[in-house]
């Protein structure tokens, strides 16, 4: 049984940092494409960024690029997501998700994890 497991949500004033961990069980990490979503209340979900088998990333929203960051440990089943210089329009629900293919959208992914709220206070 797949499954991804979110951490480091919570809530933080304009411009603080948080780390965001997704642990994977039940399918060789190495083998999959690891992904970051986030939806804010009323919005769809947006893709934030990706890291693919290789450890090449693929930048996903731009309003959180170069203030984003992924990385994974693969022998430890997990990806990261650092955030920092945060917004309040940063506040959204943030989900960690798992694919085959490397893509932006997220039909392409099948494995998601329960999400962590992050909320960014002004």
């Known amino acids: 049984q797949v499954q991804l497991v979110e951490s480091g949500g919570g809530l933080v004033q304009a411009g603080d940092s948080l780390r965001l961990s997704c642990t994977a069980s039940?399918?060789?990490?190495?083998?999959?494409?690891m992904g970051w979503f986030r939806q804010a209340p009323g919005k769809e979900r947006e893709f934030i960024v990706s890291?693919?088998?290789?450890?090449?990333?693929?930048p996903g929203a731009k309003s959180v690029q170069g203030r984003f960051t992924i990385s994974s440990e693969k022998d430890k089943n997990t990806v990261y997501l650092q955030m920092d210089s945060l917004r309040p329009e940063d506040t959204a629900v943030y989900y960690c998700?798992?694919?085959?293919?490397?893509?932006?959208?997220?039909?392409?992914?099948?494995?998601w994890g329960q999400g962590t709220q992050v909320t960014v206070s002004s």
């Open positions: 998700a798992s694919g085959p293919v490397f893509g932006t959208t997220q039909g392409l992914y099948d494995y």
């Open positions: 039940g399918h060789p990490f190495s083998s999959r494409v």
């Open positions: 890291i693919t088998r290789a450890g090449d990333i693929a």
